[in-house]
């Protein structure tokens, strides 16, 4: 699997760049791995600092899904929703989401042979990642599926109390689902 767009990284590292005056080219595995890392610091933030805080810990306010009639807090799923769609009407070429094998909403299972794979590898190992390629349409992408642990108690006492849940034995540090990211290729 070819997953670099040249071999400029490469020689860049050997430190070729700056002699040669070449740019060093991003490639798809770097990208996704980058924007994972912020969607992934962005979710452990608001889940740890704002959801387990106020409503494990200091017991003030509630994340809940209908959060605007219940005047709670969004649940961290919907705000990493929230952001996916906002990213979605800026027209960018690639989209995000969260996924699970074991959803509380159905919407969120798996869709495509590639996503069920990746999501079933990071169930198994959530050490490492899942990259791979898939044709939808006509356009050829990159995808890759990150294993999304339950990083806080808030993760795992929400989901298997949750009246939709098929999965009641979550614990702290499984894996609960993953995030699939999906860029096209050139
Ligand atoms: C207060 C309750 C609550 C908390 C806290 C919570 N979740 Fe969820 N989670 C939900 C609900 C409800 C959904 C379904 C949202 C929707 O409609 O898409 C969901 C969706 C998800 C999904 C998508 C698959 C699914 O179940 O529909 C994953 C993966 C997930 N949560 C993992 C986590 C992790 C990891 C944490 C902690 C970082 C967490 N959740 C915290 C209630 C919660």
Not at 20 to 45: C, I, L
Not at 158 to 185: A, E, S, W, Y
């Amino acid at each position: 699997m070819t997953t670099r767009k040249t071999v400029v990284t490469a020689l860049a590292m050997a430190g070729f760049a700056a002699a040669t005056g070449a740019h060093a080219q991003v490639s798809y595995k770097e990208m996704a791995d980058a924007m994972h890392a912020v969607m992934e610091a962005d979710r452990t933030v608001y889940t740890r600092m704002v959801v387990n805080r106020l409503q494990n810990e200091e017991k003030v306010i509630k994340a809940t899904e209908h959060f605007k009639d219940d005047k709670s807090l969004p649940l961290p799923a919907q705000m990493f929703r929230f952001g996916a769609e906002m990213v979605a009407e800026k027209k960018m070429p690639f989209s995000y989401s969260l996924q699970s094998l074991w959803p509380i909403n159905k919407q969120n299972l798996p869709k495509t042979a590639l996503e069920k794979k990746g999501l079933d590898a990071v169930a198994k190992d959530n050490t490492k990642p899942f990259y791979g390629e898939e044709t939808l349409g006509k356009t050829k992408y990159f995808t890759a599926i990150y294993a999304d642990k339950a990083i806080a108690p808030a993760c795992v006492s929400c989901h298997n109390d949750h009246k939709d849940t098929p999965k009641k034995d979550f614990k702290l540090g499984q894996t609960m689902g993953g995030v699939v990211i999906r860029i096209p290729m050139k």
